[in-house]
């Protein structure tokens, strides 16, 4: 069963700005560390950024650290990724992921990577044109 869905993605230009969401259903995600993790065709699944359970440990992979930021707001039982300067390379289909429960660190879930998370939305395809 499939207890994330993610939307926000969509076309865009290089240079702009676009916001991903993660929202639990059917169950809550609040005491776990959530990742963002994006997949380009050909390309393997790669982790974009983490968040702690409590939201104060975030980690960026290089490639989009100052350009990204990662979010959650436990209200809402939901995750963000704000994403500006996009590039053509940052064109791919996000995922939001939820690692096994105990892993409860950015840092830890970004180790674990793709093969660690126990719960994955369908995706949201991001397309950044030139």
């Known amino acids: 069963q499939v207890y994330l869905a993610e939307s926000g993605g969509g076309l865009i230009q290089a240079g702009e700005s676009l916001r991903l969401s993660c929202r639990s259903i059917g169950r809550t995600f609040n005491h776990y560390a959530m990742g963002w993790f994006r997949q380009a065709p050909g390309k393997e699944r790669e982790v974009v950024a983490t968040?702690?359970?409590?939201?104060?440990?975030?980690y960026y992979a290089t490639s989009v650290k100052d350009r990204f930021t990662i979010s959650r707001e436990h209200i809402m039982d939901t995750v963000y990724l704000q994403m500006s300067s996009l590039k053509p390379e940052d064109t791919a289909t996000y995922y939001c992921?939820?690692?096994?429960?105990?892993?409860?660190?950015?840092?830890?879930?970004?180790?674990?990577?793709?093969?660690?998370?126990?719960?994955w939305g369908k995706g949201t395809l991001v397309t950044v044109s030139s």
């Open positions: 992921a939820a690692p096994k429960r105990g892993i409860t660190t950015a840092q830890a879930t970004a180790i674990y990577g793709a093969d660690g998370m126990e719960h």
């Open positions: 968040i702690s359970d409590s939201g104060d440990e975030t």
